[in-house]
């Protein structure tokens, strides 16, 4: 269809608003629900940002992050080095990692500067990382785009499994990218694709076997690897079709579709069971003097990823065609207890930060020591989850504390090798030996309640010290925070002190320990009296 036979058939919807797709779709809607009208507004420009929340930062000007791309001049070393601030250990994978940026994102800039360029043959430097769980895969990625500044979109493969040949599943990694990218193709062109779990996906059992669902979704991502071009929109989003169709009725032109050319793919994954059959494999080429790979074999397992060869992938289960577009590839090392230290004390990302971070907004402040870091390094390997069993035992030690000193007045505290052996017990001799602080953050909660009954009714409650130490009694006996147990003993009062306000004219009401042990008979007499008072009037 050419140029004119578009203007006439936006002439005709014109004219006959019947004949416009948003019409259509609002007659299929009401049909749908039994004939009722059906009223919808589409975003009037595709291209145009949703609106910013307030949770999350201010996106970047897409111009600005577009520069950066046409001026990229990053060396390896500088994305290594900055890479070190977050990530320990990994040094080889660092290195392919900032070498293989360097050389897709140095080729992008020539690409851009010459499109002619653009039409070479280029080998793309499409990445696969192999090592167990918790050793900073995603890290690594994750951080190196946010240094380039680049759209960043990570997926699990196993979220493709269930659809095998259905290629439009998996080009909504694509499409996810332009989401990233705040609809603006031009960035999301060079953004980048990380896919983990990627060895779940290879054929089962490891054997000559093949999983069809597994093998569709290899031939799928192969051709998203190489050079495709995806539709922006996709064809099953009625939607998202109705805003293209708007935006460009509106004048405006979106790019309808993106080229993979440019976008870099990264997958990763455990392959445990690849790493057992390399292990084999060294071990029966072994012959006479030890070769020097199977002498090297360190006793964990995934350490034998590093000889990994193509043949083995193949073996594994994934197609020739597939594992060929991934042709950097590197090993991440297992962390030792060593390293998991190392990752609490350097890391800019370390957990032990952010538990900082979760105390301090108590107004808590935690110190701790080398003996217990170890200590928490040592119980977190055994986890066998790599980094993110520092989480698993952060939370077991610490979980307790967390509940409890907020709301104990205990504004600082050092976490030993007790507080990790056993933190129940060492939780209680804090709490015992900061008695006076604790009473006093309870005598605070009390005056808070008063305050908030006066500000709620209008009755200012004068409580006596005996009062308030009923009050903590019972607190502590029920395992609960005095303001609740304060608000269970005054629920009536409002009703009572109203009566008693209106016969007397007084706002101000003496609580002594007796209304707290009883305070329904305590209410009641002063109703009574209250009474008394106004007949002898």
């Known amino acids: ?98 070498v293989a940026i360097c050389d897709h994102y140095n080729h992008v800039r020539r690409c851009i500067e010459n499109p002619d360029l653009a039409e070479t043959e280029y080998g793309k430097q499409n990445i696969l990382i192999l090592g167990p769980t918790g050793v900073g895969k995603t890290y690594l ?81 192969l051709k998203l690897m190489e050079e495709s071009t995806v539709n922006v929109v996709s064809p099953q989003d009625m939607m998202g079709q109705m805003q293209m169709a708007m935006s460009m009725r509106g004048g405006k032109k979106p790019k309808r579709t993106i080229s993979t050319r440019h976008i870099l793919f ?85 957990i032990l930060k952010q538990y900082r971070e979760d105390f301090s907004g108590y107004g808590i402040d935690f110190s701790i020591t080398p003996e217990a870091i170890k200590k928490i390094a040592e119980l977190a390997h055994r986890e066998k989850t790599g980094a993110r069993g520092l989480m698993t035992i952060f939370e077991r030690t610490l979980r307790d504390f967390k509940f409890e000193l907020p709301s104990s007045g205990i504004r600082n505290f050092e976490v030993n090798t007790d ?26 909660d009390i005056g808070r309640f008063v305050e908030q009954f006066k500000a709620e009714t209008g009755y200012l409650l004068e409580l006596d010290d005996p009062a308030k130490e009923k009050l903590m009694e019972r607190a502590l006996e029920s395992d609960r925070s005095v303001s609740s147990v304060a608000y269970e003993v005054f629920k009536d009062f409002e009703h009572g002190l109203a009566i008693v306000s209106r016969n007397t004219g007084e706002n101000r009401f003496l609580i002594g320990k007796d209304a707290v042990e009883s305070p329904d008979k305590f209410l009641s007499e002063l109703v009574v009296k209250s009474f008394k008072k106004e007949i002898s009037k």
Do not use: H
């Not at 964990?300 to 992938?313: G, Q, W």
């Open 141 to 221: 990625m994750r951080t190196a785009a946010k240094l380039i500044g680049v759209p960043f979109v990570k997926a699990d493969a196993t979220k493709f499994s269930e659809t095998g040949y259905v290629g439009a599943d998996v080009e909504d990694l694509v499409r996810d990218l332009v989401k990233t990218a705040n609809g603006n193709v031009d960035l999301a062109q060079y953004g980048i694709i990380y896919i983990d779990e990627i060895d779940k996906i290879a054929g089962s059992g490891g054997g000559n076997s093949r999983d069809v669902s597994g093998r569709g979704v290899q031939i799928n991502l």
């Open 266 to 350: 990264i997958v990763s994954g455990a392959f445990d069971r690849l790493s057992e059959s390399v292990a084999k494999r060294l071990n029966k080429n072994s012959i006479g003097f030890a070769s020097n790979a199977a002498e090297n074999l360190d006793s964990d397992i995934s350490d034998n990823l590093k000889f990994v060869e193509t043949s083995d992938f193949i073996k594994y289960g994934f197609e020739a065609e597939f594992i060929g577009r991934l042709p950097v590839r590197v090993a991440c090392e297992a962390l030792k207890p060593d390293d998991l230290a190392e990752i609490l004390v350097s890391s800019e990302g370390s």
């Open 1 to 98: 269809m050419d140029k004119k036979d578009d203007s006439d058939n936006d002439k005709k919807n014109s004219e006959n608003p019947e004949n416009t797709p948003i019409e259509s779709l609002k007659k299929q809607l009401e049909s749908l629900f039994g004939g009722r009208a059906v009223n919808f507004e589409f975003a009037p420009n595709f291209d145009s940002p949703e609106p910013e929340r307030k949770d999350e930062r201010p996106e970047e000007d897409p111009d600005e992050a577009l520069k950066r791309i046409r001026e990229f001049s990053m060396k390896p070393r500088e994305i290594r080095d900055y890479l070190n601030r977050f990530v320990i250990k990994q040094e080889e994978a660092k290195k392919v990692l900032s």
């Open 419 to 444: 507080i990790v052996d056993n933190p129940k017990n060492s939780l209680k001799k804090l709490l015992l030996e900061n008695g006076d602080l604790i009473k006093s953050a309870m005598f605070d």
